[in-house]
C-alpha cells in the first residue's frame, strides 16, 4: 500500500531532502507552509506540480489548522521538522521560540490523538544535540545528561520530553531523532557553515573582501542533511518507538571548516593570535581574509558537540559517514562558487544594458 507522509518545515533544508527521498520510495508527500507574502519555496520549487507532493497552509503555532490538515491527509507518518531553529536568534525571540519548538510539538500531537490516529500514525520529531548544552561527557549518546544552554534548546527540550509522555501515556509511536549539526548547499545563508562556504566563493571571485566569525574554537559534529533524513525515516520504519542520537561521530572546529572551506577555492588559510585578535591570513597574499567580531559570541556558547551514533548504526543499520566531511565542505563550497558566478554574470548584464539603455543603443 502507497504510504502519505505529512511533513511540517518542508519548504527547509531537511524537509526539501525528506520529501525527495519519500517521493522517491513511493510515499504521498503532503507538506505545511506559512501564508506569507514574500516566497520561501525556492528549496521545493523543482518538486511543485508533482502528483504525489501536495502543499497545505498550516502554523505550529495554531492548533486549529494542524488539526484540519492532519484530519484531512490522515498521513501514516509525520515528520515535524518546522522550528525556528537559529540558536543566536533564539536569544532575540526566546517567546516566539518556545511557542513554536516547546508547544508546537504538542499540538501536532494532541491534533493526531484527537483526529482519532494514535495507533495508525507515526511522529518523528526533530529534536538537538543543542540539548546537551554544557555538555556532561564526550561524545554525547542517548543517555548523556541534558544541559540546555539556549532558550532554542530549553524549548526543544520541552518537545523531546512532551514526545516521551504521550508514547508512554497513550502508546503512540512517536520518537525524537537528537540531529547534531548537518550542512547541506540548502542550508540557510545566516547559518556559521553556509556563511562561511559562502564567503570563501565571494572572496574568491572578488565580491567579498572579508569574513567575520564567532568562536573559531568551537567545536561541532558536522553530517551531511541529505544523509540525515534518511535515518529519520529509518527512526520510523523500526519495530518500536525509541528516541536515537543522529551524528557521524567525528568532530571538527569552526576554524577547520574555514580553512577547508577556503582550500576549495584555491585559498589557503593560516591562522594566528588568540580569542577575538584571531585572524585567518592568506598565506600567498598576507591578506586578512577572516576576523573575529564579539557581535557573533552568544549569552552562553556550546563549544562541545560531539554524538555518538552507535545505537542508530546497530539497531537501524544507518551509514553515518556515507559523505565524509571533506565531501560536505566541496559539495557546499561548489554550489556556492556557482552561486557567485551566477550572481557575477547578472550583474553583469544589468549593468551593460543600463549602458546600452542610457547610450540609446537599445530600447
Known sequence: MQKTALITGVTGQDGSFLAEFLLDKGYDVHGTIRRSSVDFRERIAHLEGTPRFHLHYADLGD?????????????????????????QVSFDVPEFTANVDATGVLRILEAVRLCG??????????????????????PQNEKTPFHPYSPYAVAKLYGYWIV??????YDMFCCSGILFNHESERRGETFV?????????????????????????????WGYAKDYVECMWLILQNEKPEDFVIATGEQHSVREFCQLAFHHVGIELEFSGEGENEKGIDKATGRVLVEVSPDFYRPTDVVNLWGDPSKAKRELGWNPTK????????IMVDADMAKVAV???????RTNLAEYLEKGIVK
Open 343 to 349: 550572481e557575477k554574470a547578472s550583474e553583469h548584464i
Open 323 to 330: 559523505t565524509s566531511f571533506q565531501e560536505l565542505v566541496k
Open 164 to 169: 516521551k509522555e504521550y508514547r508512554e501515556a
Open 63 to 87: 492548533s486549529m489548522s494542524l488539526m484540519q490538515v492532519i484530519g484531512k491527509v490522515r498521513p501514516d507518518e509525520i515528520y515535524n521538522l518546522a522550528a525556528q531553529s537559529h540558536v
Open 117 to 138: 490516529l494514535t495507533r495508525t500514525c507515526r511522529i518523528y520529531q526533530a529534536s538537538t544535540s543543542e540539548l546537551y548544552g554544557k555538555v556532561e561527557e564526550v
Open 193 to 221: 557553515t553556509r556563511k562561511i562556504t559562502l564567503a570563501a566563493a565571494r572572496i574568491a571571485q572578488g565580491k567579498q573582501e572579508k569574513l567575520y566569525l564567532g568562536n573559531l574554537s568551537s567545536l561541532r559534529d
